[in-house]
RNA sequence: GCCCCUAUAGCUCAGUUGGAUAGAGCACCAAUCUCCUAAAUUGGUUUUGCGCAGGUUCAAGUCCUGUUAGGGGCGCCA
């Protein structure tokens, strides 16, 4: 049905017809000058390395066994240093056409994970405060990597760690209760280490307003609790209007709770990966790849962090899933080798866990850099992000840039520049498909899968690529790299723009062409829909 | 001192995993609605643009080595 794989499953026959080692690592690419043909390989270069003979004879020897009727091809052209050039017939895209109109909503979707299992961990962030823009790239990245994962045939589970036994919440629980208590009136003075934010303050009023002093003598446990509830509460809420959703919530006081913390150390020495100096216990992760052993319990008898999180990750493990992913900030990228060897020493594959690390957002406001801090109650959150910007062209901002490099945004900028924001960009192309199909309803004319009708360029240069699309799905989902996704809708929306303005779609005049072209938009309909939900921005039919 | 990330046009970024003459958008100048949505399109300029120096090969922005600059990280903190 795709043009791309009908082309080089001919090709990976003819190697096989002709005795070829097949393990060769060639293209088919759509070239990006159209005198270069419709579709292009480098195979015969890739082969003069294994059969050690001029490119031109190899790509010659390869043309005349081409099918060219079964690719619906028209012409084969040699070019270049041994390059060989597809143009295609005007029938060749009926197929496509089909294929998308059938599948429609699950356009793009394959079964290429075979159901094999995902458990993505992603924003998790502290429940002491609101989520800033780390946080709200965390969560565009990680929802749309889940969508595109699910989209290519993999069970996915979205999950968020809620590090509540450590002592930010404890910090947190102080800090209630001395609101709580100079809500009432006690003159008492702040933690020094506590959290200032105006909402503790809230929150502590609404304590009095709704319990008055009948909390005064409950332990600090019990602000423990309420004060994460109350936080998580507020991350949910933030997050959902944002249109991230999370399946499981897993809290570190569980791990403790269950007893599997305490197995840890145990497990592991029994395995040899533990011995002890100076009064601490240390993990031997440099056996595994990290560049220095690890202590697990200090000498004063406590845990370090590290020890519940590899208690985590083996719950995780132990749950069944077949990968783990998690994305983390850059200022993680030193957990990555020491979690990795806590996998392995405990008996899992390296390959089974992938931490994606994203970089730095710097804030620009007023010509200077906005610091991200949380405890001065100050920073700008991602609440005040979506406010300005709106959360479809959060979404996209965040989906469409590559985690590995640092991004900047200028809010004035991001403001200003709202309505030449792509994404308002790809929805009206969304939304010009809808009014053309709206108005071609009142025609009475049916619609025509053939396609041999658009024989105009910009026709030729859409119907190309809207066949890639279940490429570049796939590449995005194994890459999980939802840039690529937000690049091909902006390429796609620019050609149907282009398109929409050479063409006139609905002619009264030729009811022939227009029955074809409006399925074209149709199709592209379809198409940019169904990337745009991936992404997790809305597809509007007017604007 | 060691480790990770980044460096492509004035700015923001792509570059199909090593392929053909390295591309978009923004910005600047002009043109296009009696016609399906002008949040669009078409030209033009900025244009000696892959940080620098070597190397690998038919072919390097892409791979290797060295080097420079910016960001982040190197605790018995989380």
Redesign the pocket.
């Known amino acids: 049905m795709d043009i791309t794989m009908q082309i080089k499953q001919e090709l990976l026959d003819i190697l096989e017809s002709l005795n070829i080692n097949n393990d060769v690592?060639?293209?088919v690419?759509?070239?990006?000058?159209t005198?270069?043909?419709d579709y292009?390989?480098?195979i015969a270069?890739?082969l003069?390395?294994i059969l050690k003979r001029n490119?031109k004879d190899i790509a010659t020897l390869i043309v005349s066994n081409f099918n060219k009727e079964k690719c619906h091809i028209k012409k084969i052209?040699i070019?270049?240093?041994?390059?060989?050039?597809f143009f295609v017939s005007l029938d060749s895209f009926a197929p496509l056409i089909k294929h998308i109109i059938d599948q429609d909503e699950k356009f793009g979707q394959s079964d290429y994970g075979k159901g094999k299992s995902y458990d993505v961990e992603f924003v998790s962030a502290?429940p002491t405060g609101d989520l800033h823009l780390g946080h709200a790239w965390q969560a565009a990245l990680g929802d749309s990597i889940c969508n595109l994962l699910e989209c290519v045939g993999y069970k996915v589970t979205r999950e968020y760690y809620v590090?509540d036994?450590?002592?930010?919440i404890l910090n947190l629980s102080k800090s209630i209760y001395a609101r709580y208590q100079q809500a009432l009136g006690i003159n008492v003075t702040f933690p020094s280490d506590g959290y200032h934010g105006q909402d503790i303050i809230d929150f502590a009023n609404y304590l009095k307003n709704e319990y008055g002093d009948s909390l005064i003598s409950k332990p600090l446990t019990y602000f423990r609790e309420i004060g994460i509830k109350h936080e998580l509460d507020k991350i949910v809420t933030d997050l959902d209007y944002f249109r991230v959703h999370f399946d499981v919530f897993s809290h570190?006081i569980d791990l403790y709770e269950r007893g599997l913390v305490d197995k840890i150390i145990p497990t592991l020495e029994q395995k040899g990966y533990i011995y002890y100096?100076?009064?601490?216990t240390?993990f031997k992760t440099t056996l595994f790849g990290d560049?220095?052993d690890?202590?697990v319990?200090?000498?004063?008898g406590?845990?370090?962090?590290?020890l519940?999180d590899i208690a985590y990750h083996q719950d995780k493990l132990s749950r069944g899933y077949d990968y783990l992913v998690n994305i983390l900030?850059?200022?993680?990228?030193?957990?990555?080798?020491r979690m990795e060897a806590a996998i392995c020493a405990l008996g899992y594959q390296k390959e089974q866990i992938q931490i994606i690390?994203h970089?730095?957002v710097?804030l620009i406001k007023d010509g200077e850099e906005l610091k991200l801090s949380k405890r001065t109650g100050k920073a700008y959150t991602l609440k005040d992000l979506c406010d300005e910007i709106g959360v479809n062209a959060a979404r996209y901002q965040f989906a469409?840039?590559?985690p590995?490099?640092?991004?900047?945004i200028?809010i004035d900028?991001a403001i200003k520049?709202?309505?030449?924001?792509?994404v308002?960009?790809i929805?009206?192309?969304?939304?010009?498909c809808?009014?053309?199909i709206?108005?071609?309803k009142t025609l009475n004319i049916s619609d025509d899968y053939n396609g041999d009708l658009l024989t105009n360029q910009?026709e030729i240069n859409l119907l190309k690529h809207l066949g890639?699309f279940e490429?570049v799905i796939l590449?995005a989902a194994?890459?999980k790299?939802p840039?690529?996704l937000t690049?091909y809708l902006?390429?796609l929306?620019?050609l149907f723009?282009?398109?929409?303005?050479?063409?006139?779609?609905?002619?009264q005049e030729n009811s022939k062409l227009?029955a074809q072209?409006v399925v074209l938009v149709k199709i592209t309909r379809i198409t940019i829909r169904n990337g745009l939900k991936l992404i997790g921005v809305e597809a509007?039919?007017?604007?």
């Open positions: 690592n060639f293209i690419e759509i070239p990006k000058d005198s270069n043909g292009a390989t480098n270069l890739q003069t390395k490119p052209e070019a270049g240093p041994g390059f060989i050039n502290n590090n036994a450590g002592v930010q570190e100096k100076d009064n601490a240390w560049d220095k690890r202590v319990k200090k000498s004063d406590t845990y370090t962090y590290f519940p900030g850059a200022d993680h990228h030193g957990y990555i080798h690390i970089q730095m710097r469409s840039k590559n590995g490099s640092h991004m900047e200028d900028l520049q709202s309505n030449e924001n792509p308002y960009y929805q009206y192309a969304h939304a010009r809808c009014s053309v709206e108005n071609f910009k890639e490429h590449d194994l890459n790299a840039y690529k690049n902006y390429n929306a620019m723009h282009t398109f929409y303005n050479e063409c006139k779609i609905i002619d227009t072209r509007l039919n007017k604007m």
